[in-house]
């Protein structure tokens, strides 16, 4: 009994002389941050919510977390741009339930277009389909760059929506949105965008080739790898047709392995 009381003495001492100044170095840290963000100058409440969010995520107090996030979501509506815009950005790095909330509140009346751009990012990587109709109003925005933002986000929840916008995406005439749409596609393993990818192999564009590839070599089957074989022969740029190998051999070894299943 005597051993045990000592064990759990030495431990509490442990805590304090360890933890609890770290603890308090935090919660010093936090409150100064708060104070900062409240600054008359952007710049210093712009580094404020850098900080503060560095602070947050590595905070091992649940409660204080939870008012770092509180605080960031009041941020999303600071006078400043680049102010709210990496308050968007930190507010990326949480996974609390009321971050996806305030992010969409926030792009409804945001009007600045980098951080809609943000707004809309941080909520595709959330996969937030509660942002889907938002999102997808930015589809026809006069800024390219949104555009194709609308379906990097729009592919990564991959709702029936967002596969339909993603097969509509793959014929369109900007190269960004046809690489968006490819990259989604072979990240969501969508096989009925196989058709779409197999004419962008082919195209005129380098990089929209390449994606196009690649993204075959994940979904194709005996006849794609096939077509692969075929259009290696008139590649001209020689890294492409390193690319139509490493798929060729992709297709092949999982017809390898489905065999063998």
Not at 24 to 50: C, D, F, Y
Not at 185 to 195: T, W
């Amino acid at each position: 009994m005597v051993h045990r009381l000592h064990r759990i003495y030495v431990l509490i001492f442990f805590f304090i002389v360890i933890y609890a100044p770290a603890a308090l170095k935090a919660a010093k840290n936090h409150e100064q941050l708060i104070k900062q963000l409240h600054h008359s100058n952007a710049s210093k409440r712009q580094m404020a919510v850098i900080q503060l969010a560095d602070l947050g995520r590595n905070l091992d107090n649940a409660g204080l977390r939870d008012t770092v996030v509180v605080e960031l979501k009041e941020t999303l509506a600071d006078p400043d741009r680049e102010v709210r815009r990496s308050a968007v950005k930190a507010l990326g790095s949480f996974a609390h339930e009321s971050v996806g909330e305030a992010l969409r509140k926030r792009l409804r009346v945001e009007d600045d277009t980098r951080v809609q751009l943000a707004l809309i990012t941080v909520l595709g990587n959330f996969k937030d389909t509660s942002a889907e109709a938002m999102i997808a109003e930015f589809l026809t925005h006069e800024i390219i760059t949104m555009r194709i933002a609308a379906v990097r986000a729009l592919g990564r929840m991959n709702t029936t929506y967002a596969q339909g916008v993603i097969l509509a995406s793959l014929n369109d005439p900007i190269e960004g949105m046809r690489i968006a749409a490819t990259e989604a596609a072979g990240n969501n393993a969508l096989y009925d965008a196989v058709p779409f990818i197999r004419k962008n192999c082919t195209d005129g564009v380098i990089q929209v080739r390449k994606i196009s590839i690649e993204a075959l070599g994940e979904l194709g089957s005996a006849s794609e790898m096939k077509f692969l074989e075929r259009i290696r022969d008139n590649e001209t740029e020689e890294s492409v047709r390193a690319l139509i190998d490493q798929s060729i051999t992709s297709i092949q070894k999982r017809l390898q392995n489905n065999r063998t299943d």
